[in-house]
């Protein structure tokens, strides 16, 4: 029948009595819609199960484009980290900070600040659990810091750094349980009392954060970005480094050593 494969349905008749005649049955067509040939019902009942199937293909359409829209406005956001990266790691200024000297006093008109901030990555090759960078288990991993348009880019060594991954037979909740490349940066600067804007980048990932902090003379502080992972959700729902980082949680403190 025009090229449609027809199956007949002979469990209810259409008619009564001996009248029951094939055109009469309750059939389907190829695409699995009902058809109750010589009725208007079985017209009708057709064109409702064609247009749920347009309706069907129609939100599955709407539910692609919103994915793709998702996905390009991700790399646009990721594109626009990594310039803003590229941006602030060059210096436009040389007099800001210096690495400070161990020992000795602070001049006037100076403070002392360490900066603290580590990553924990998967071992080089290992990142079948979603983290993946250039740099992940690589021997030296990068950190940026700008301070009022003075950039450094310091290259901290990795050492490699295990946490059993199983508390007492069940999944450890600690973010960096298991094995990697553990990535520790502690340096002190000195620089003017007053107001300073401090950029703090991971060029290989990438991501950036920025911090406003006021010193006073003759102070020391502590300026610790401390990093927070990606969680995982099977087979329960706890951040891991092996899923890369989320984002970085500053914390500036004044120091009670001088």
Known sequence: MNGEEMRYDARESVGSGDDLKPHDLDVQDAAGAPVLHGSSEGSISHRRYMQAKEQEAAMRNRTTMIMIVAVLG???????????????????RTDVFQEAPGGGSIPAGYADMVIK?????????NDGEGS?????????????????????????????????????????????????????????????????????????????????ITVASGSVYVLEFKPKYWHKHVPTHISTFFKGIAQYEVEFTESLMR
């Open 117 to 125: 901030a580590s990553m924990k990555t998967p071992l080089e090759g």
């Open 74 to 92: 991700l790399m646009a956001g990721c594109g626009a980290t990594a310039r803003t990266i590229t941006a602030m790691s060059q210096s436009k």
């Open 132 to 212: 993946r960078g250039p740099a992940h288990g690589r021997e030296a991993y990068p950190f940026l810091i700008n301070i009022d348009g003075q950039a450094v880019l310091w290259k901290v060594e990795g050492e490699k750094h295990q946490l059993s991954r199983y508390v007492e037979g069940t999944a450890s909740h600690d973010p960096e349980a298991g094995e990697g490349m553990k990535y520790v940066l502690e340096k002190k600067v000195r620089l003017a009392a007053g107001a300073h804007k401090v950029f703090f980048g991971l060029p290989e990932e990438p991501y950036y954060v920025a911090a406003d």
